[in-house]
Structures are given as structure tokens and as C-alpha cells.
């Protein structure tokens, strides 16, 4: 019946051919299955370092663009008003002090954060702080009233590090302020190179910003000014950016904290918002001792090997934690002839 068509009797066989052919392997062995996952492992393990890198470095990437950001508002803040955003301490120190506020006067605890916001698009966030323009802070009245309660522990993005999965969240830690949540600050202003914490038991040498000067500069206002930009009671002793006679591109303006290291982190107190190179940049005690105030009042990150610090002119860089404490503190000075640079 096929024999008129040979090319039919030879295509049913070819094709039960590779039927049969077909059904004789079902799948994967188990040998097979091992080496494709071990495979897929291995790649897997040489992609997520490269992408944990990748995010790092887009985190340090945002991380320097906002501290750009907050020095150039102090530098358009010092533009207008031709000196520093200033701080007012929480107390009279010293009671008697030239300038020192006091029980008829204004003690409110404002700090250079606080008041640089209308020069960093958070105009209405200002605003809503008048009420701590008034009062001491001693007497509940400034930071301390009331009406400013819930906006101490407002969110500002730009003051969180990325890095820092807690600078991002409100802290009931903070001295002066425990048990009550502020929002804290990755980034302080640059106070000097003075050892802060006075007759305190300091594990840090003594560095005074200059010969007869006192061992702690910022709430003493019988001496002479801190050598920085930033303190506590700047309100006495204004900087100007005609001050920095070292040089803008020399000097250090501010730099990155880590709240959990430091409980001085509250973002609109003026004690919460600068620091001191009196120690080795990165100091990071495990575990933490913030309680030990005196002897972490320095500059952090959780970055890998360093941390970011914008200079007096708005520009910023990385400077790396091994860096030699002679030109670090030369760069945390402003008018103390000693010029340096980072490596």
C-alpha cells in the first residue's frame, strides 16, 4: 500500500525513532542539580559584594551632597547677616561672664541648626520654633516650652547620614533631653581642637588652641573664643568668614556624628550640634560609651575608612580616619596660623 510512496515508509520509524529516543532522560540528576546550585551560589556571592558596594558609595554619595548642602545655608546665612549662624547654651555659664545670659535675659538653647533652617528651604519649620525664642531653657521656657515639643522630634532628611540606619529616627537618649525624642544630626560644626570636658578625666591629651588659653573653651566665656566656627555660645563671640585667616579652603566648618556615639546628637540644641578634633577621627568605642561624654565629643562616621567634612568655602571631601592629628587639628582652627591640608 506504501509502495508509492517510499518517502512515507521511511518516516514512521524516524519518528518513533526519536520518540524513543526522547523518553529516555526525564531530567536533572541530583549530581547535576548540586553543581548548578553551587554554581548559582558562587555567583551569587561574587555579585552582593559589588552590590553592597554600590550602594555604599551611592549612600556616601547622598551622604556628602547633604553636608553640602547645610554649609553652603550657613555660608548663605553668613552672606546676609555677615557672621555665623549662632547658639545660645541652655544655661549662664559662666554666671557673671561677659555677655552671659541670664534669669532677665535668654538662656533658650537654640543652636546654629535651628537657625540656619530658612537658608536650607525649611522657612515654615522656623517658623514654628518662635515660641523658644523667649525664655531659659532652665526655667522651661526656650527648646524647653511646650509649644515647640513635637517639633524637636521632627524628621529633617538632610541631617541623616544613610549610612547611619539610626540618625533617621528620634532619640529619647540625648542628654538634657532624656525621655524626651528629638530628632538627631549627623553633621556638627567644627569647634576646634580643644579637649573638651574640662577637669573631666579625659583618656585624650590636653590640646589647647593656643599657649594660656583654657582646657575647655566652650562654656567659658571669661576666656578667650574656641578657635572654630561652631560652639556653644557663639552668640557672645560672632564668626565672621573674614575671621578665617587660614584660609576657607583650610579649614574645617563641619563634619559627620554618629548619635549613638555621642549623646551631644540633638539637632536644634546648642549642645547637640558640634564637635571637636581633639581626638582620632573615627573613634569608635565597642561597645559604645556615650555616657563618657568627655572623651567622644569627636567626628565619626560608619563609613569605611573615614568621614566627610565640608570646609569654610562649601567644599567637601573625604578625609580619611588614619590622618596624622597635627594637620587634623591645624584644619579644625581657624585664625591659629598653623595652615595645613588633608592627604
Not at 221 to 250: E, M
Not at 296 to 316: I, N
Request: overall charge positive; aromatic content about 8%.
Amino acid at each position: 500500500m506504501n509502495q508509492g510512496h517510499p518517502s512515507l515508509a521511511c518516516r514512521v520509524p524516524l519518528a518513533g525513532k526519536s520518540l524513543q529516543a526522547s523518553s529516555g532522560r526525564d531530567g536533572f540528576t541530583l549530581v547535576e542539580l548540586l553543581v548548578v546550585i553551587a554554581i548559582i551560589a558562587t555567583l551569587i556571592g561574587l555579585l552582593l559584594p559589588a552590590v553592597q558596594s554600590a550602594r555604599e558609595s551611592a549612600r556616601r554619595t547622598s551622604c556628602s551632597n547633604k553636608l553640602r548642602q547645610l554649609s553652603l545655608g550657613t555660608l548663605t546665612y553668613e552672606s546676609a547677616k555677615k557672621k555665623f549662624p549662632q547658639s545660645r547654651p541652655p544655661w549662664a555659664e559662666p554666671a557673671g561672664g561677659p555677655g552671659a545670659c541670664d534669669r532677665t535675659s535668654t538662656c533658650t538653647g537654640r543652636g546654629w541648626i535651628l537657625e540656619t533652617l530658612p537658608f536650607i528651604e525649611e522657612g515654615s519649620l522656623y517658623e514654628s520654633f518662635a515660641p523658644s525664642l523667649k525664655g531659659n531653657d532652665y526655667d522651661r521656657g526656650g527648646l524647653k516650652v511646650a509649644a515647640v515639643r513635637s517639633l524637636l522630634k521632627a524628621p529633617l532628611a538632610m541631617l541623616a547620614c544613610p549610612s547611619d540606619p539610626d540618625a533617621a529616627i528620634p532619640s529619647m537618649e540625648m542628654f538634657n533631653w532624656r525621655n524626651i525624642p528629638v530628632t538627631v544630626t549627623s553633621y556638627k560644626g567644627v569647634l576646634g581642637a580643644t579637649k573638651v570636658g574640662g577637669s573631666y578625666g579625659s583618656i585624650w591629651p590636653r590640646h589647647d588652641d593656643e599657649p594660656g588659653a583654657a582646657v575647655d573653651c566652650h562654656n567659658n566665656t571669661r576666656q578667650l573664643p574656641c578657635k572654630g566656627i561652631f560652639w556653644r555660645h557663639t552668640y557672645i563671640y560672632p564668626v565672621r568668614l573674614s575671621s578665617i585667616a587660614d584660609g576657607t579652603s583650610k579649614t574645617f566648618l563641619m563634619g559627620e556624628s554618629v548619635a549613638k556615639h555621642d549623646w551631644h546628637s540633638a539637632a536644634f540644641y546648642a549642645d547637640g550640634d558640634w564637635a571637636s578634633c581633639n581626638l582620632p577621627l573615627n573613634y569608635l568605642p565597642t561597645p559604645p560609651q556615650p555616657q563618657n561624654w568627655w572623651n567622644v565629643r569627636g567626628f565619626r562616621s560608619l563609613h569605611q575608612g573615614g568621614a566627610h567634612f565640608a570646609r569654610a568655602d562649601g567644599s567637601v571631601s573625604f578625609v580619611n580616619e588614619t590622618i596624622d592629628m597635627t594637620p587634623y587639628m591645624a584644619m579644625a582652627t581657624r585664625n591659629r596660623g598653623d595652615v595645613a591640608d588633608t592627604p
